[in-house]
């Protein structure tokens, strides 16, 4: 059984149709991405996943079951944590702020505290600057902010929505890293991004999406090695 499961999803933004039947699904252990230009639907398909934006036909499964119309804080509660594009942390908050948002609903303070010291050994720069303001990081700590923000809650799936926009190419690197770092002790991972040459190099699957339609999908390996998405793609 997939851990997570896209079964013929259509969802809709008033009239525009963006996603058209799109069926994808990530297994335990692995890394998949989602690739595709702008506005093919990626940052929509993981807005579905998590309850945002709703699927108005076809279903969502989360370990075989139906999360379709769960609530958003259901849907995370129940493992699926989601770093959405432009990483949205809060710039007056420090680091630790930042992470203690991560959990909310979690009353208890261990779980917080362990959550906290997880992060940091993932990410020691974040310690150093615990104290910070959020807003005063790079780009490229406010990136490990806001996915360490989604490790908080312990999920069996992390979804990274173009996490190496507008960073620099060392930055980048770090961040692809982490990825395939995360992944080796254990995490699931689905990847939206625009560069795929990466993403493809770190995943183990890909999806190429494409005005809202899964065009292409296969071992990530080949989807590099294939002239059209590398002519489409990787130019
Ligand atoms: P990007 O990299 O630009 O975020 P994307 O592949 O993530 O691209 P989406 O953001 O999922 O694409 O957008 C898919 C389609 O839905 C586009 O046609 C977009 O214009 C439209 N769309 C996205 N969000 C909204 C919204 N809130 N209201 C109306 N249309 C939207």
């Known amino acids: 059984m997939a851990l997570l499961e896209l079964q013929e999803v259509h969802t809709y ?20 991405t989602l690739i595709g230009s702008n506005g093919a639907g990626k940052s929509t398909t993981l807005k ?7 699927a108005k036909q076809g279903k969502v499964l989360f370990n075989g079951k139906d999360i379709t119309q769960l609530r958003t804080h259901d849907i995370a509660k129940a493992g699926i944590a989601h770093v959405p594009e432009g990483r949205r942390i809060f710039p007056k908050l420090t680091v630790r702020e930042n992470l203690e948002m991560g959990a909310f609903g979690v009353s208890d303070k261990k779980v917080i505290e362990e959550g906290i010291e997880r992060a940091f050994a993932y990410f020691p720069r974040l310690k150093e600057r615990i104290d910070q303001k959020g807003g005063t990081m790079s780009g490229g700590e406010q990136q490990m902010l806001a996915i360490a923000r989604g490790l908080m809650m312990k999920p069996q799936i992390l979804m990274l929505d173009e996490p190496s926009m507008g960073l620099a190419p060392i930055l980048v690197e770090q961040i692809f890293d982490i990825v395939t770092e995360l992944n080796k002790e254990g995490m699931t991972i689905l990847l939206v991004e625009q560069n ?3 993403a493809l190099s770190v995943a183990h699957r890909g999806y190429v999406i494409q005005t809202g339609e899964i065009i292409m999908k ?18």
């Open 196 to 198: 795929a040459n990466q």
């Open 48 to 54: 579905t996943i998590c309850g945002q934006t709703r």
């Open 13 to 32: 933004y008033g009239g525009i149709h963006a996603l058209k039947g799109l069926s994808i699904t990530v297994n335990q252990g692995e890394v998949v």
């Open 218 to 235: 296969d071992d990530a390996d080949i989807l590099l090695a294939n002239p059209q998405v590398r002519e489409a793609y990787l130019a």
